[in-house]
């Protein structure tokens, strides 16, 4: 089954202990991008790749760093966390750059004490 | 970014009811898709339609791009249609921006 598996789907951590959210899709796609959502603020992206070892910074990338050293996998690194990245946040993938449709995982749902 | 505007923000439907979304869009774009998240959370792909018209069951989706928006109706409206809808558009910049969605509640 095609799919986008993020890991893990919940978790409570406490100021400053580094996290890493995981990402892994099946698909072979190229593009994989990370987005938080936030009530009152919608979803907004965090970083994006578009190939092994392409990364960039979506909208709001401050306190998060990404790395893409195999196409399948995307993970989302909080070094430092703090109460403000408390927030749901979605991977997503899809075939290529700029256009096609954008494939969702289920959700990683961090609460930062 | 692409402003992006979704209306109304709130929709209550007796349960058969039919109903229509709107999604207005501030610039040209390459991409637009609607989503429903459920309410655990998760997206659903709902429609992939930067122009034209699709159906899929009791839903369809229709985009102008030139006139800048999109409508997602839903018809013979069930207790599981609730959640929140949302328009997701781009313009080729690798960035999907979400407008705040319309939040549909069906009742029996």
């Known amino acids: 089954e095609a799919q986008v598996t993020q890991n893990p789907r919940y978790l409570i951590t406490v100021t400053g202990k580094k996290l890493t959210v995981t990402c892994s899709q099946n698909?072979?796609?190229?593009?994989m991008s990370w987005y938080r959502q936030d009530p009152g603020l919608g979803l907004r992206q965090i970083y994006y790749?578009?190939?092994?070892?392409?990364?960039d910074k979506g909208d709001v990338p401050e306190g998060y760093k990404v790395s893409r050293k195999e196409k399948r996998n995307f993970p989302l690194i909080l070094e430092s966390p703090s109460p403000n990245q408390t927030s749901l946040y979605f991977c997503?993938?899809?075939?290529?750059?700029?256009?096609?449709?954008?494939?969702f995982g289920e959700g990683s749902r961090l609460t930062v004490l | 970014g692409i402003q992006v505007e979704q209306s109304p923000p709130d929709l209550i439907l007796q349960e058969g009811a039919n109903s229509t979304l709107r999604c207005n869009f501030s610039?040209?774009?390459?991409?637009l898709q609607w989503f429903h998240q459920n309410p655990w959370g998760q997206l659903i792909n709902l429609f992939y339609?930067?122009?034209g018209t699709k159906q899929n069951g009791r839903l369809s989706a229709t985009t102008v791009a030139t006139e800048r928006y999109s409508l997602l109706y839903i018809s013979s409206s069930q207790t599981t249609d609730s959640g929140v809808y949302f328009c997701?558009?781009?313009?080729?910049?690798?960035?999907?921006?979400f407008g705040t969605g319309t939040r549909l509640t069906v009742i029996p």
């Open positions: 997503a993938s899809r075939r290529g750059s700029g256009t096609g449709e954008l494939f």
């Open positions: 698909m072979n796609h190229e593009y």
């Open positions: 790749s578009m190939n092994v070892e392409v990364t």
């Open positions: 610039d040209s774009v390459n991409n």
């Open positions: 339609i930067p122009s």
């Open positions: 997701a558009v781009e313009s080729g910049a690798n960035n999907l921006f």
